[in-house]
């Protein structure tokens, strides 16, 4: 059973300071990565989706990487910003036509 | 329409009820899924479909839960004899294939069993 972690569970950071946010996987074999984001009271915003092939994907200051074979991914977001505080969840796919599944996602918070 | 919309937005019901929620996918997303997110904590499959496949159901927690879908359009889960351990934020999302691509999550429907 896939089994998804993110560490640290919550992060506080100055604004201006890049943010590092973790996820691993127990089970190697998946098709595609996502990261999240989700606000208070909101559903949550699909941010980077990196398939199983590729070693990484940039959006803007966001930029995923994703290390397979080691089960890892890290969401690096540079120069924070008071409005990049949420939710950071990750999920990770078996196969095409499969479900995700989620970590537990990592609470960020910025401080002006 | 221009996202995922649900319905109701908040549900507060006694215990016991049976409540009904809804889920407007995007317009021509063949994936739909719900999950359900208890207060600080993450999100917890419960079913999806894919296009005119059998529904995944291994999320279901009971035989309390069940979901329907019209074609590729509205889904609804239905909660019977609603328990106060039901409490939760519940989320629908689509996408235009199941797992392959970019997931759209809906607001979501709190519901509250008092």
């Known amino acids: 059973k896939q089994e998804v972690t993110q560490i640290p569970a919550a992060l506080s950071v100055p604004e201006g300071e890049n943010l590092v946010l973790n996820c691993s996987f127990t089970d190697s074999a998946i098709y595609n990565l996502q990261w999240f984001r989700q606000d208070p009271g909101k559903g949550l915003t699909s941010l980077l989706l990196i398939q199983s092939s590729q070693r990484e994907q940039t959006s803007g200051r966001l930029n995923a990487s994703l290390d397979k074979s080691s089960g890892r991914s890290t969401l690096y977001i540079a120069a924070s910003q008071p409005g990049d505080s949420a939710t950071y969840l990750c999920a990770v796919t078996k196969a095409a036509g499969n479900k995700l599944t989620f970590g537990g996602g990592t609470r960020v918070l910025v401080k002006p | 329409g221009a996202g995922v919309s649900q319905s109701p937005s908040n549900k507060v019901t006694e215990k016991g009820k049976d409540v009904e929620l809804r889920c407007d996918p995007i317009?021509?997303?063949?994936?739909l899924y719900w999950y359900r997110q208890r207060l600080g904590q993450g999100l917890e499959f419960l079913i999806y479909?894919?296009?005119?496949?059998?529904?995944?159901k291994s999320g279901l927690p009971s035989d309390r839960f069940s979901a329907e879908r019209t074609g590729e359009s509205v889904s609804t889960l239905t909660i019977q004899r609603t328990q106060q351990e039901d409490s939760a934020v519940y989320l629908c999302?689509?996408?235009?294939?199941?797992?392959?691509?970019?997931?759209?999550f809906g607001s979501g429907t709190q519901l509250s069993v008092l």
């Open positions: 317009s021509g997303h063949t994936a």
């Open positions: 479909f894919q296009g005119n496949s059998a529904p995944d």
């Open positions: 999302a689509s996408s235009r294939t199941a797992g392959a691509e970019k997931l759209f």
